[in-house]
């Protein structure tokens, strides 16, 4: 701290600003004595800005904390055979969430986002999303985390609700298992070429809670970026993840909605009574400009099930994507997986915000050994309006197939914002 | 930024305060360069205070933050006929919410306001308030909102419950609707004279859902004051709304509570199969100085209803409020409804706190047509402690009297603040 | 404030720092007249800084905010008789709260605190913990609170469970009886050398709720130190607590947990229909450097049990602990109860955080009179690593005995963050 801002110092203190200039010294010039004294206390100052969540963080950059949310709102219009089961047109709030978040004295994290939209029926109460807490900078694993998170499965289900491309992910990610109660390491090289991620989980309920006694789940994932260029406009993305999950008493149960939140599910293996599964898949991105690809492929070995049976499941999707106004789509290299898509023009600002097309196919098939669950193929189209970097409408339209059975086609828009 | 700003910006960087110094540009005078450079992020500076609410509002004010809630803890007691069902003494929060809200850029809007009291027995987790985003600025329509928050009916319905002048609102409030999801458009005349508000609803359950493929509802109300003098403390309100409310398939029913949330329902037309409801009501409003006025009526047609009836239930009631102390009701021009009062003198300063004096009369007959819903009269005499602008205790006496069953008394305390 | 503060003053203005300098006089040197006159609302400044919460002072500080949580995520392990039920292996969150609290205006004060784990089992919804509002600097009474908060009962109850030694507390907390809907007065002699608490309480559901008809509790409770030197790093406590609670209508029942929250309930009362309870119980701490002590003795005394008997249970525990890193338990004199444990050297500040060593006794005898609900003594050992002053991860074993019936071992861990 040089000799002005000593005089500074001094000088702010009077007017309330003691607390930003600081310093436990007792300050030099008698003529400039504040008439109340900093406190130990006042040594960080704070600064609170707002910019995409309220945030407030101290000037030594060690503490950050951050209060945000988000609103998704929904509406669906089906025209479906009746051999899918009965669909309502209908509105909802596909997530309705609140949190506040922080990284405390650099070397501590914590995150409490619970889900007022309570979307999981019956569960009660705002749901849990990432409610965690953890440490960072620990040496060969990096970080390590404590709680109600994402297991470290697929490139759609680590990218946020904010930011994936379609309303919903795709009939793949139902091989993923989302958030559960557990451990994991996580960290990526130096480089940020290179993620990974390895956990203990408990398949836990809406509240983190799991007292099923059915066992406990390892997971892992690596994703690298052999090909990028600096500010990542152009790259390539590879991935691959595996889970291990062992169920001593437990079952297994596979029963995807098509893509769409409100419509009723069309296939489902059923409950399989088994001991254990394997889950592993390969994902795959890629960035253009304002052209992306992305797929992925998964298989869930389900084991131990009673008869000798061993059935698997494949599922994979693939998509492409294209912004009209030339933006592109964002990655986060350290994770591994998109983030925020920033409008060059947003609207609002004298611009129209950014437009995006995009396309999907994906398939699942249930059926395999003694298991006859069903098989689902979904094509999506999508636009999406980004107004701005944190407001988007989205429409999408779904034509769901379940093989031998009949088909839906599904519209849905939804109003997203997050803050 | 003047010369002296950009030499500031320089000399406190250094202090952690460099974001408050903000701008691009590079600092000119080499002797007080900053060590970290202010980024392009921290153009912007905000101020952060308390107000009704915690607040965050950027230096430019376009964007405008609010974090608060509130906490209503009510205390009844009943002296009732046994024809009108079991009363129990007891305790409950009627309210306790927290929200967060604010204006982003100028031009979106959003709010996230849950009821953690949860007082909507059956539907778990903290009810859904207003959870909704907007744009601003608009041309022709001005604003638009979509999300959950109040359908635009009547003038008690539009006041917070921080404001209104009884605990409960009257028997008539039975026929507006409250809060749904959909999509509105609303306004005001410049001068602030005239506002207007017309949505399209779904009537949706406490989280904001509907699925029950039961149509939508077309909502309007005007409001106007064709009298009013610059601060509003003498003034008249006129209003007017109507409802258009389809339902291919659903249903109708009205069922009041008796103007205390702790007592049972008295009166219910049942539930009555029905196409379609026209609701449409008048609003009056007058404040003289510390003298107010205002009353409401509305008419509530029900059609289709199988057998060919067409049932029509109306409802009013009459309130006079007198501030002992001398304030006025405060009133929100440019919603159309009233706001927060402000004791001259509040309690804690020195002061006593505002103390107001009110009566109403309220009806309304459920019986039409092939309908015997019953028919009730609730008359309430209340006094209210305002202790400050958001704090107050309110006392309310109830005699609710159901036309040829029997009557009720009931008495009431509220402890309120809003934070 | 000063000529130089003027000066600042104007020259902040224009900087976005207007709010900063405050007053509402004109400012006087014209060349640095500010673009944008601070208004009234500016007079008072704000600080906003994280201190185990995120907080906002007002300059005059009059106001103050906290916005805060914490999370506690626990795993247990079993190893039980047959006899004492089913055991399962598990996780859960035994909090995960928010909550916004704050004085106003230096006489209000508020908070709202909310338990997203909701670990109270079909009651939905996030459960109230501390949901009040409250009146300060009264005459006489000093304090006056109302809403939901803990009953003046009991030296572990009203210790924060952020800050107790042990995961759970003790089974004598069985007898204490939590957060209840109501009305107290509580305050502290000048010297903080003595504390007292009175209050009328309704016992009320998972959201404040009551209207069981089953009448008023009276409780109160004093404490004082008798002997403690100045930073309390050595002192004794003693205190005393009763609680009247009159249940016309009501019942009883006294059902604990052995001192792990997923353990089942090893014995139970039953319900006891009941007149009224007297419950009374005394209180002993020490603190003696890094070596403390700690115990409470209660009776139930519960009347007008049909059939004439009047069973009553008693109940008590003792605790030592010991910091092997030479921390004290923190004090805190004016709430009589034990408070936040600060390191002496944290871990990720180049330290190894605190150690804690504790051990519990604790009984609790259910048989008397004509009840035979059970008798149970748990002996706990305990590790606690105090990473942070907000972070700590804990170890327990518990060896639970229920008489005549059989014993459980249990190892718990718990990790937890508070914000």
New interface residues.
């Given amino acids: 701290?040089?000799r002005?801002?000593l005089t500074?110092?001094a000088?702010?203190a009077?007017?309330?600003?003691a607390?930003?200039?600081?310093g436990e010294a007792p300050l030099a010039p008698t003529a400039?004595q504040p008439t109340v004294l900093p406190t130990a206390?006042?040594e960080?100052?704070?600064?609170?800005?707002?910019?995409n969540a309220?945030r407030?963080d101290?000037?030594?950059g060690r503490?950050k904390?951050k209060?945000?949310?988000r609103?998704f709102?929904d509406w669906s219009w089906f025209s479906a055979e009746d051999a899918l089961g009965t669909h309502?047109?209908?509105?909802?709030?596909r997530a309705?969430r609140?949190y506040?978040s922080?990284t405390?004295?650099?070397?501590?994290e914590?995150k409490?986002n619970?889900d007022?939209?309570?979307t999981k029926a019956g569960d009660?109460?705002?749901g849990?999303k990432d409610?965690?807490?953890g440490?960072k900078k620990i040496p060969v694993v990096q970080n390590i985390r404590?709680?109600?998170f994402k297991e470290p499965m697929g490139l759609e289900e680590l990218t946020s609700s904010k930011y994936i491309t379609f309303m919903e992910r795709s009939l793949k990610n139902n091989l993923d298992r989302g958030r559960n109660?557990g451990l994991m390491v996580h960290g990526h090289n130096k480089a940020e070429t290179m993620t990974f991620a390895a956990g203990v989980f408990?398949e836990?309920d809406n509240?983190?809670?799991?007292?099923?006694?059915s066992g406990y789940a390892f997971t892992a994932r690596v994703t690298g970026t052999p090909m990028a260029n600096e500010d990542h406009t152009s790259l390539i993305h590879l991935g691959a993840s595996a889970s291990y999950r062992n169920h001593s008493d437990g079952s297994v149960r596979i029963n995807p909605r098509p893509e769409s939140h409100?419509a009723p599910k069309y296939i489902d293996t059923g409950t399989i009574a088994a001991d254990s599964e394997l889950v592993y898949g390969v994902e795959w991105a890629s960035v253009h400009g304002p052209f992306s690809t992305q797929a992925e492929y998964a298989i869930n070995d389900v084991d131990g099930v009673s008869g000798g049976a061993s059935p698997a499941f494949a599922s994979y999707y693939g998509q492409v994507s294209w912004f009209a106004t030339g933006e592109s789509r964002t990655y986060e290299a350290g994770e591994g997986a998109f983030g925020r898509v920033k409008p060059k023009n947003?609207?609002?600002?004298g611009g129209n915000g950014a437009w995006e097309l995009a396309a999907r196919y994906s398939t699942i098939d249930l059926n395999d050994d003694t298991v006859t669950g069903g098989e689902q193929t979904d094509i999506t189209v999508g636009v999406n309006w980004y107004?701005?970097s944190?407001?988007r409408t989205m429409f999408n339209y779904v034509n769901a197939d379940v093989d031998g059975v009949g088909s839906a086609d599904i519209f849905m828009i939804r109003?997203?914002?997050d803050?």
Same sequence: chains 1, 2, 3.
């Fill in positions: 701290m040089n002005l801002s500074l110092a000088a702010l009077p007017l309330g600003l607390h930003a200039a600081g400039l206390a006042d960080v100052t704070f600064k609170v800005y707002y910019k309220l407030v101290s000037s030594d503490t904390l209060i945000g949310g609103i709102n309502e047109d209908g509105t909802e709030f309705a609140l506040v922080g405390i004295d650099e070397r501590y914590f409490a619970y007022f939209a309570s009660g109460g705002p849990f409610v965690y807490m440490l404590v709680g109600h109660t408990r836990s509240f983190g809670k799991d007292t099923s006694n409100l947003p609207w609002g600002n107004l701005s944190f407001a109003f997203q914002i803050f």
